[in-house]
């Protein structure tokens, strides 16, 4: 029965307490009203876009159980802050007004966390709090754009909870039982620390699970455990550091000799030389080396067994011609690693070696250890060289010559996109350096940036053309077509970014350079804004070693990371040419494997986000969060429950952690007397 609020003028203490839980609870309703609406709203988006996950009744089913208790686990946090509103404002009638502010900022964060997923199609967790300022502004400006149906979206949960409120200010559907019990509910929630996220071994596909949680819970969840989340510590140099108890030949042994517990990775450098038999190298003529970054390029989309099918030709065609890596990882989610990870094999210290900034201790990389062996050095890229301090990075491995955006001099405006200059721009303009390449030998890294928000490059219009004919290419028929047609602007620069790699490669071939030139391509992960299928598929990306020196092209099943790919390189070169290389390293990865076959001997982190490393990948075993899957070609993941095999990677994981954060305290990656004797 619905009874006034304030039909009493003054009430003894315990019973205003009592007043003000029925108060704040019938207020409360139609914050949960104006929250499942919400819920609606993002449904609709993608019911309007087609993109409909399988199973998605049952989806919605476990949404609203998992919003339920995350909104339950609210209500005491948000019933303080009401109750000091209750005791502090003397018109107890315009109570509704505290709610609706304090509500309004509630479902202003939510309305937000949404948006931002709908920009990059994974949830914000806290990651946030691991950019600074001015990246988070170049970021979210990027991609984000505000028209009337936005706007008129955004305002409509505040009129309903603004309208619902004033209309049923004075009344209450509640009795005081009842609101205690549902505060106590939500208190034991909080107590027993019930989970507010769903499992991801539920369901069917990352998007579906992505689609499921609350944006808001995800959020603050992963907030609470960035602040409070205490890591283990172990003793990584005792002797049963590294457990081989487990008679299991899918988990793949540790040995590296680790010297030195101040330097907590330094180790002895036993990489294999894999790769020079794949080569006719010159037996005296060291050759060049260019690595190509490509931005978000992803196995999804590219290469063979791709599930959204292969949307980049050259890279299928030049696969033909290379050692192709199926089943390879990137060791990072976002860009923010892949310097580090690719040339130096680098530990992620607390947000990635490059947020050190000035602190970012001395490390070996390629770059470096090859300039010390007189090798020429240089990095292209269109954007601002600043972003993510990579331009640090890239200072401090002495790189004789730089191009950013900055230096692009007099090119075409119209060609500089928000981020900088499109793909093919930069292709031309990293040739024109080359071309000017002297006699040495030289290692060159060029980092693209067209596939990413806000996807938009020169000649779009070609380029949804492009798209439309390959799909009829692909033999996709009209519920395929339409599905890719609601991401046609990345589809439309997957395509641009290959025909950019199409001219490089072809006017380079000219090169009188090119016969002794290995080129290492690769993504730095795969762009979220195509609903992903894994919580693996982020980081499963194509790695091409291509050259006219290759003996013949290979396809290998054999895992490797981005972690593995310094060693390599470097083990032939110490292998074939006798540089002068250092015999103590801090490797995280042990090296590439090239055996055709699916395997994996390796074992290493994956890190997701700048805050976030929950990824783990050990032999034929990958562990997310607390959630262990199997792992199979084209990684193919299967939730597995095995309580013993889990604990062996958390212990594992448990042990790289509890490394990288002896580095965190100490900086201590390699002792000052070593670093000189190869310093660039």
Not at 494 to 515: C, V
Request: with cysteine; hydrophobic share 40%.
């Amino acid at each position: 029965m619905e009874t006034n609020l304030f039909e009493q003028a003054e009430y003894p203490f315990f019973d205003k307490i009592k007043k003000s839980m029925v108060v704040f609870l019938h207020y409360a309703l139609f914050l949960f009203i104006t929250f499942l609406f919400i819920k609606f709203l993002e449904y609709s988006y993608f019911l309007v876009k087609g993109q409909i996950p399988v199973g998605f009744l049952t989806v919605v089913a476990k949404a609203f159980f998992f919003d339920v208790v995350f909104f339950l686990k609210c209500l005491p946090f948000l019933y303080l802050v009401f109750l000091l509103f209750y005791f502090s404002m003397k018109r107890r009638n315009k109570l509704y007004v505290a709610a609706g502010v304090i509500f309004s900022l509630f479902i202003l964060i939510y309305l937000l966390l949404i948006k931002y997923y709908f920009t990059a199609m994974v949830p914000l967790g806290a990651d946030l709090f691991g950019y600074s300022f001015a990246d988070i502004k170049k970021t979210v400006s990027s991609s984000t754009s505000i028209d009337l149906m936005s706007i008129v979206v955004l305002l409509l949960p505040f009129a309903l909870l603004w309208l619902s409120l004033y209309k049923y200010r004075n009344k209450s559907f509640f009795k005081f039982p009842v609101a205690l019990g549902v505060l106590l509910f939500g208190l034991v929630l909080l107590y027993f620390k019930a989970p507010s996220l769903p499992s991801q071994a539920g369901f069917k596909s990352d998007f579906a699970y992505n689609l499921a949680v609350n944006k808001d819970a995800f959020f603050f969840e992963n907030t609470y455990l960035y602040f409070f989340d205490n890591e283990p510590e172990v003793d990584i140099y005792a002797a049963n550091y590294f457990d081989e108890s487990a008679a299991d030949s899918k988990i793949p042994s540790a040995n590296f000799k680790y010297v030195d517990a101040a330097y907590p990775f330094l180790r002895q450098e036993d990489t294999e030389d894999v790769l020079s038999n794949h080569f006719n190298l010159d037996s005296i003529k060291q050759p060049n080396f260019i690595f190509i970054q490509v931005e978000g390029l992803g196995r999804a989309f590219s290469g063979p067994n791709a599930y959204l099918g292969s949307f980049t030709p050259f890279l299928d065609e030049l696969r033909t011609k290379s050692l192709y890596f199926e089943n390879f990882l990137a060791a990072q989610g976002r860009t923010f690693a892949s310097l580090p990870s690719i040339l130096g094999s680098l530990p992620f210290f607390e947000k990635g070696y490059n947020d050190l900034g000035n602190k970012m201790p001395d490390a070996f990389t390629v770059l470096s250890l090859l300039k010390h062996n007189n090798y020429q050095t240089s990095f292209f890229i269109a954007t601002d060289l600043e972003f993510d301090n990579e331009g640090l990075f890239v200072r401090k491995q002495g790189v004789h010559k730089v191009l950013d955006k900055n230096s692009f001099g007099d090119y075409p405006s119209n060609h500089n996109t928000y981020w900088g200059y499109p793909d093919l721009d930069l292709m031309q303009k990293s040739l024109t350096q080359l071309r000017s390449q002297g006699n040495a030998p030289f290692v060159s890294y060029i980092q693209t940036i067209s596939m990413h928000t806000p996807y938009k490059v020169p000649e779009m219009d070609k380029y949804y053309q492009a798209f439309e004919q390959h799909m009829n290419k692909l033999g996709f028929d009209e519920t395929q077509k339409s599905e890719h047609r609601s991401n046609k602007d990345q589809y439309a620069c997957i395509l641009y970014t290959d025909d950019a790699l199409r001219y490089f490669l072809n006017e380079f071939s000219k090169l009188p350079a090119f016969a002794n030139t290995i080129f290492i391509i690769t993504g730095d992960h795969r762009l979220p804004e195509i609903p992903m299928s894994t919580k693996i598929d982020r980081y499963h990306v194509p790695l091409l070693i291509y050259s006219p020196m290759l003996k013949k092209n290979q396809n290998i099943k054999s895992v490797s990371s981005h972690l593995d790919i310094a060693p390599s390189i470097l083990a032939m070169m110490r292998h074939r040419y006798q540089l002068d290389l250092p015999n103590l390293v801090t490797w995280v990865g042990s090296g590439l494997d090239t055996v055709k076959q699916f395997r994996n001997i390796h074992r290493y982190p994956l890190k997701q986000t700048v805050s976030d490393m929950i990824d783990y990948v050990s032999g034929e075993y990958f562990l997310n969060d607390k959630t262990l899957f199997s792992l199979n070609d084209n990684f193919n993941i299967q939730p597995m429950d095995d309580d013993s095999r889990r604990g062996q990677l958390v212990s594992e994981f448990n042990q790289y952690k509890s490394q990288n954060n002896q580095l965190i305290k100490s900086l201590r990656l390699l002792p000052d007397t070593l670093f000189k004797k190869f310093k660039p």
